[in-house]
């Protein structure tokens, strides 16, 4: 329940594995209350890290505090976090009840009040009357929302969660994932969530630390992380992104011109440092940020004209492929219908161009 | 219509082996249990139907001492068999890393290797003038040879428990190698220091094992007669040396049979009440 | 900094304990090699010079080669009954679905629990009930059917662990079953084949209480061992035998149980 925004502390944590690295100077600070996300693909640490936190691997370098406490001699079990496992570890010779009340033998309750929080809990992750039931009779959701209330129960001041809805298929991980969020407004506490699967980060978090290779590449919120990455490898992982090789030609104060191959000159927000006067960068915009039609922008947008390719249809919108004369790749349009002004439907191989905002360009450097 | 056809294969392929087996121990046992109730004379076999032999197993006295120093004897052998060898395997399953295939080879091997030398390497080292006894007046320790150590029910339990330890870690560890690591870490990470971590999430799923280890090692020590004959002396004799004696010197087989039975019958009404009650024991924790 | 995980650390009792045990398994043993190469009739300390005479009396003892060829025959015939057993046994439970097959399976694995001495005696009344003269071959029928369960619970995990649809792409290609199983399934479960028949030898070679009740006039080694050992002079004699028959049984099972490992085992993974 604190709103210590220095809740957790890691400064400099590294983790070695013989000669692999796979945890490399992670430095972040999380707040009480905060929904907090390790996002990245297999083999980027993050699951390390968070062992880290649990203290089930210890740092090889670096400090991590919990509460302005140091946990560099705190064995797991006397920390003040609990784990909610990727394969849930439900203990399949206890039943329900059992397997939530496992850890509330530490905390000294009277009887009647061990019975009246598993009964909180049960209630509390919606399986009322589960109590009596054992492992093998649960499904994956089912046993994933045991450990939720085993790990939940023992109140603790940080809940470390390994990828808890990687088993569940599609619908069934949407619904928990609004119930993990409701839950976690409700409890308060701080939840440190691993995943990598990108809209499901975005999603539920307040903030979300983008890892690859042991490194934390961004720590920002999902909106920050998805309208300004800050580099070419960010803003690939998060959503779709199309990528130009541009030439700044000159820099006037927050706004930048560029040569770009294909789209001609352009204009952008000068974000950082290294949007200099000649300096190469990457332009980069978002599908949806894109608009398309048979006629040249008469907003005075810049524009560009093109070819069509071809057109995912995805349901809800399509991704429609212009080859741009000078674009390496096609450029990915996302668009609510595929069709022109005059509700023609546009055909491929036919001539449409593109246009866009000036702030809708994102300035990356060179990988 | 399938199912039965691929039923009447599967049955087909396992019979040879099956008929072999099952003609190899119900035959013998079906013509045991007939002698049983014979009388011999001589070399002479009487076949009229006689509960005599069993009225013998449950009279004389001597029979039934063997019969209990034997499950005793075996009784303690299990125990501290089972005991020592846990440690040794949860050792293998939780902390080798590496090369566990060669710990369990190093494990197992002295018990594929000859059972009656093992028995004799234990009368060489027991004995009067053996290995422990010379070491130890060698080094002035004792004046007198330790009369204790050989010719002894203990010299039998030692002996066996020695002899029987694959049998003990090999379930044991299976067992122990089984269970998910991550429930040992749920338990941890619920508060669970190393020994409640133990008793209440290794213990429990280790079970298993150690009921198939106490009856592995159980069945077959309470029938061996080499290792009371080399090492057990008069007060370790077991009931298999005097079955042995019906079937040589004292040439009385339906007695022999009578006691084979009797044994076999003891063992295997223990064995259920132990599997029994080792399951509503298992069943109660919750 | 601890490079293992928590669940993982080392524990100094433990692992000093183990050592220990693992001496008083080997220990015991080792005293036979010990006390064969040792000059003096009893094995005793302190130990009196080295020699290998009770070696070469022991070659030259004529009966005692007699024993050991009557060991090595009934052994390999054993070996090569059981496991041939076991392989259609093993093949028919990994590959059928059959009702009754749990207990089936608990019938054929039996001779597991059941004492030695029970056994040796109830295949001795039937034997000479049937009117059979005890010989080496009914000490060949007792050790086949102890050696089929340890022949089955090896070659099991050998077949289960052996992937079904290469025998049914076998089977797609033309190979009728008898073809399939020489080309594709023998050759894949051979290493377990070969280790069932290293270990059915060994049990039957070391096998003693059921060859005492149903051997004829040919002894076999244990059999003749233990008639020696009622001769205290013999003694080192006996040793140098036995350390023998120690290394190769060592030998011969470390072989066997090497060659039964499955093919990629989780356990042998350090890292989880």
Known sequence: MSNNDAFIILTGVSKHFGPVVAVDDINLTISGGEFFSLLGPSGCGKTTLLRMLAGFESPTSGEIFIDDAPMSEVPPYQRPTNMVFQNYAIFPHLNVRANIGYGLRYDKLSKAELDRRIDESLEMVKLP????????????????????????????????????????????????????????????????????????????????????????????????????????????????MN??????????????????????????????????????????????????????????????????????YLGDRSHIYVTVDGCEKPLSVAAQEVESSSGQPIERGSEVWISWADESLVLLPVA | MFLRSEAIRGYTLLSPTLVVMMFGMCAPFAIMVAVSFWTQHAFDFDTTFTLGRYQDVIDKPIYMALMLRSLAISGACTVVTVLLAYPMAYYVAFHVHRHKLIWIILMTL?????????????????????????????????????????????????????????????????????????????????????????????????????????????????GDYVTPALVGGPSGIMLANNIQAQFGKVNDWPMGAALAMAMMITVAVISVVYIWVTRKAAGRIV | ???????????????????????????PVLFLPLFSFNDAVYAAFPLKGFTTKWYEQMLASEPMFAALTNSIKVGATTALLATVLGIFGAKAVTRYRMP?????????????????????????????????????????????????????????????????????????????????????????????????????????????????FLAGTDPTLPIFIWGQLRFPLLLPRVLALGACILAVSFVLVFIAQWLARPGAIRSLDSRP
């Open chain 1, 129 to 240: 009357g589960f109590g009596t039931r054992r492992s093998e009779e649960l499904s994956g959701g089912q046993r994933q929302r045991v450990a939720l209330a085993r790990a939940l129960v023992k109140r603790p001041k940080v809940l470390l969660l390994d990828e808890p809805l990687g088993a569940l298929d599609k619908k069934l991980r949407e619904e928990m994932q609004l119930e993990l969020r409701a839950l976690q407004e409700s409890v308060g506490i701080t939840f440190i969530f691993v995943t990598h699967d990108q809209e499901e980060a975005l999603t539920l978090s307040d903030r979300v630390a983008v890892m690859a290779r042991g490194k934390a590449l961004q720590v920002a919120s999902p909106q920050q992380l998805y309208n300004c990455p800050v580099s070419i490898e960010v803003a690939d992982f998060i959503g779709q």
């Open chain 1, 243 to 312: 990528f130009i090789d541009a030439r700044v030609i000159e820099v006037e104060g927050e706004r930048a011109v560029l040569e770009a191959r294909g789209l001609g000159r352009v204009r952008a927000v000068a974000s950082a440092d290294f949007v200099r006067q000649g300096a190469q960068v990457v332009v980069a915009v978002r599908p949806e940020k894109l608009s398309l039609s048979y006629e040249s922008s008469s907003d005075g947008r810049c524009s560009v004209q093109g070819e069509m390719k071809t057109a995912a």
């Open chain 2, 110 to 222: 002295p018990f594929w290797t000859s059972y009656l030398l093992r028995v004799f390497a234990w009368k060489v080292i027991l004995g009067f003038n053996g290995v422990i006894n010379s070491g130890l007046k060698g080094l002035g320790l004792i004046e007198q040879p330790l009369e204790f150590l050989l010719y002894s029910p203990t010299a039998v339990v030692i002996t066996l428990a020695h002899a029987w330890a694959a049998f003990a870690i090999l379930p044991i560890y299976v067992s122990l190698e089984k269970i998910d690591r991550s429930l040992l870490e749920a338990a941890t990470d619920l508060g669970d220091g190393p020994v409640k971590r133990f008793l209440g999430v290794t213990l429990p799923l280790s079970l298993p094992g150690i009921i198939a280890a106490t009856l592995l090692i159980f069945i077959p020590t309470v």
């Open chain 3, 1 to 27: 900094m601890r490079e293992v995980s928590y669940i993982e650390r080392s524990n100094r009792p433990l692992h000093v304990y183990a050592l220990m045990y693992l001496a008083f398994l080997y220990i």
């Open chain 3, 100 to 212: 009754g097959k749990q207990p089936v399976v608990f019938v054929i694995m039996l001779p597991l629990v059941i004492p030695g001495i029970i056994l040796g005696v109830a295949l001795l009344i039937l034997v000479t009930r049937l009117g059979i003269n005890l010989s080496l071959y009914t000490v060949t029928l007792g050790h086949i059917l102890i050696s089929v369960p340890f022949a089955m619970a090896t070659l099991i995990p050998r077949f289960e662990g052996f992937d079904k649809s290469m025998e049914e792409a076998s089977a797609d290609l033309g190979a009728n079953a008898w073809s399939t199983f020489w080309r594709v399934t023998l050759p894949m479960v051979f290493p377990g084949v070969l280790a069932s028949y290293l270990l059915c030898f060994t049990i039957s070679f070391d096998e003693f209480i059921m060859a005492f």
